[in-house]
């Protein structure tokens, strides 16, 4: 029997709010959940603890008042955690972030988000009729990792996203979330192995720098699902891409596809107002270019929507289920979303082509659960990974 492992570090502060260097270790609680996925801005966690973690302290008096001292600080500032998952040992960073809340009921229960949290505060002015995303994010605040001692990286295309203007004074969470519905740019934390922080902004699936998590594969390690199988000529959907100039008459729009049926078809509209770039409508070369960079980016949509394969989620084991010398052999695995894994014998329950019996997905969200109900992880699957992919591009 596998035995079930976990380790909180919350990272200490003084009675002014600063780090003193120190951190606490807690090796049980009662209870972990987890929900991380970048359709989302922030991953959360929430831990149930016992009422008593200091375990060198034999008197249960001043264990009691040390434990409670340490919750008033962290509910007051706020402190980094970290929160490893596995069997046997630890050794999976499943979560990063900060203490938001507490609820000191018995068992104490510890409210977390990622370092989302950090850009929810501040505020930024904006201006400019053409701009690109790296100016828009060079003035965010800086924001310091506590817990490696580094900067918070910004890891986002340099793109030109024509007219940014903010109304009035807006939080960078608030600018995010304009990027997300106006420009179908997502923003989420990310953060690597070794510790290491990032804000990413429109890279929800990163051919480049994805890695594989594992094979799935059904009566095997699916312990139970919610997935349907859908076909490419079933799904309904229609993108539709504007670039609008100064003028009234600068307008190009792209709608992919085309042919699709009115009734019952999911519509995506995206909008670039781009008052600057007047070539862009006047000379044809350059409107031909902007026409060619707008289809593609409906085709890079479509690619994210219309595919033969399996949408849903399904509930797996929190590590591998069988271990291979070969990582790519393995059953299972530890699954962060961005990554990918593979389906095997997926015919096993629908009658698929041989060339989809075993499918790539990228993973769009994971929800951890670590406790007396075991070490489990429901993975919500995202589009299908083909070794032959769009690079995302902007039309200008």
């Not at 264990?63 to 001292?69: G, S």
């Not at 290491?196 to 009566?219: A, H, P, Q, R």
């Not at 993108?239 to 709608?255: L, P, T």
């Not at 014998?345 to 769009?364: A, R, S, T, W």
């Amino acid at each position: 029997m596998l035995e079930l492992a976990c380790l909180i570090r919350v990272y200490e502060v003084d009675e002014n709010g600063k780090s003193n260097g120190e951190t606490i270790d807690i090796t049980f609680a009662n209870e972990i959940e987890i929900e991380s996925t970048w359709r989302e801005f922030t991953d959360t966690a929430t831990i149930l603890l016992p009422r008593f973690v200091d375990a060198d302290i034999k008197d249960l008096d001043k264990q009691k008042e040390n434990f409670r001292d340490r919750l008033l600080l962290w509910a007051e500032y706020h402190p980094p955690i970290e929160i490893y998952l596995g069997y046997g040992t630890p050794k999976h960073l499943a979560f990063k972030g900060v203490i938001r809340d507490i609820k000191g009921r018995v068992p104490v229960e510890l409210i977390c988000e990622d370092y989302m949290y950090y850009f929810k505060t501040g505020l930024v002015e904006f201006s400019n009729d053409d701009t690109t995303l790296q100016k828009l994010i060079d003035d965010f605040p800086t924001v310091i990792d506590e817990t490696i001692d580094k900067k918070i990286q910004i890891d986002a295309k340099d793109i030109r996203i024509g007219t940014f203007i903010t109304e009035k004074p807006m939080s960078p969470v608030k600018i995010l979330e304009k990027l997300r519905d106006d420009y179908g740019l997502y923003s989420f934390i990310r953060f690597d192995d070794n510790g290491n922080t990032s804000l990413v902004i429109g890279k929800e699936y990163d051919e480049v720098n994805t890695k594989f998590n594992g094979n799935f594969i059904f009566y095997n390690n699916v312990i139970e699902d919610e997935l349907e199988y859908k076909l490419e000529k079933d799904i309904q959907v229609q993108v539709e891409y504007i670039a609008k100039g100064k003028n009234e008459a600068d307008e190009v729009r792209i709608v992919s596809p085309e042919d699709a049926f009115e009734r019952d078809v999911e519509k995506f509209s995206f909008e670039f107002f781009l008052p600057a770039n007047t070539k862009d409508f006047s000379d044809s070369k350059q409107k031909n270019l902007l026409i060619s960079n707008l289809q593609l980016l409906a085709q890079q949509k479509l690619a994210t929507i219309k595919y033969d394969g399996f949408r849903g989620s399904f509930t797996t084991f929190g590590d591998v289920f069988f271990e291979d010398e070969k990582m790519e052999a393995n059953i299972g695995g530890f699954v962060k979303h961005g990554n990918y894994i593979q389906f095997k014998e997926q015919d096993l329950i629908f009658g698929v082509p041989e060339d989809k019996k075993n499918q790539m997905y990228f993973v769009d969200g994971v929800g951890y659960s670590f406790g007396q109900g075991g070490f489990r992880q429901k993975i919500q699957l995202g589009k299908e990974k083909i070794e032959k992919s769009f690079t995302r591009v902007l039309p200008f």
